[in-house]
Every structure is written in structure tokens, then in C-alpha cells.
């Protein structure tokens, strides 16, 4: 099929719901989760004939941070975590595709969040080939991007370090001439 490029503005990604970026933190009392609603595919080369060649880049807005608790999402975008008045972005640039299987392959991701840059693979798996429908997960860790401090071991509101991340979506077809 050949070099495919694309872009997709936020707007119909938030609202056309073409996917999702999910988050599970861990605290003694319970799991919580929530998602970033605004967030946009700035560039991708999709090469179907060398998937190795592909790259994706994503931009989150932080500030649409949603836990369904508004106390807590003010508290996770203040700048005692994730201080989104002086890092109101992450980037995101998936590159070097390996596939395990026909269903799954990981990719590398370069993420710059809180000002600091990180990489690490992550692993997808097709949902739907013909529509393009990815699915894949992550486990951060806070401390990696100096993201809220550690906590006491015995409070009980402590916030785990590890956080899940779960990206879901649904890559739309290429237009001719992008």
C-alpha cells in the first residue's frame, strides 16, 4: 500500500471519538482513573509495506485532564503534579514498529511531559485492521518525569508511582496529497 500520510485536527479526534487516552493511578484506598478529552494526532507516516519506517507524533493538552471529580482534577494539574500553567503539553513520537505477530507489534516512544524526556517501548495490539483500530497500554512511573513527590509509605492517600496508560484509537484513511 505504500507511504501514507495524515493528520487529524483535535477537535474531531475529542469529539468524533476516534480514540481515548486513559490513565489508572493506585492509592491505598482504591484505583482512580480518568483520561486526557483533548488531544491530537500532529503527523504520521503510516508505511504499510515497512511498517519499521512509521512514525505517529501526538500532542496531549494536560489541562483536559477529566477524574470526574473536579477537586482531584485540579489537584493533579496544580503544580504539585503535573503544572500544566508551565507544562501545559506532553508530545508524544512512536517510532521503530516491530511487529511480534500479525495482532501485535510494540513501537518506541519518545515522550517529553513536565520538561523532561523519556523512551520506552510500548505495546499495541490490532483491534481492527480494516479499520485501523489500535489498542495499546503503558506503565509510567511519576518519579521518572518528577511528577508529584513519593509520599508517605503509611499515608493512605498516597499516590502510587507507577501509573497505567491506556491509548486507544482509530486511525482514520489518509487523504491524497497529505
Not at 39 to 53: F, N
Not at 125 to 144: C, F, H, N, W, Y
Not at 154 to 160: A, K, V
Request: glycine letters at 8%; charged letters at 25%.
Amino acid at each position: 500500500m505504500g507511504v501514507l500520510l495524515w493528520s487529524v485536527p483535535a477537535p474531531l479526534l475529542a469529539a468524533g471519538g476516534l480514540g481515548s487516552i486513559r490513565f489508572r493511578g493506585h492509592i491505598p484506598l482504591g484505583d482512580s482513573e480518568g483520561e486526557f478529552t483533548r488531544w491530537q494526532i500532529t503527523r504520521a507516516v503510516i508505511d504499510d509495506d515497512h511498517p519499521e519506517r512509521s512514525e505517529v507524533d501526538v500532542r496531549v493538552d494536560l489541562a483536559s485532564l477529566e477524574t470526574g471529580n473536579s477537586v482531584r482534577d485540579r489537584h493533579l494539574m496544580s503544580p504539585d503534579f503535573l503544572d500544566v500553567v508551565r507544562y501545559p503539553t506532553a508530545i508524544a513520537k512512536l517510532h521503530a514498529v516491530a511487529f511480534a505477530d500479525p495482532q501485535h507489534f510494540s513501537v518506541d516512544v519518545d515522550l517529553d511531559l513536565h520538561g523532561i524526556s523519556r523512551t520506552f517501548p510500548m505495546q499495541f495490539v490490532i483491534v481492527d485492521r480494516a479499520a485501523r483500530e489500535v489498542a495499546g497500554e503503558v506503565v509510567l512511573k511519576r518519579s521518572d518525569f518528577e511528577i508529584g513527590g513519593m509520599g508517605s509509605f503509611l499515608n493512605p492517600l498516597r499516590i502510587d508511582d507507577e501509573v497505567q496508560v491506556f491509548v486507544e484509537v482509530i486511525v482514520p484513511p489518509a487523504t491524497a496529497g497529505q
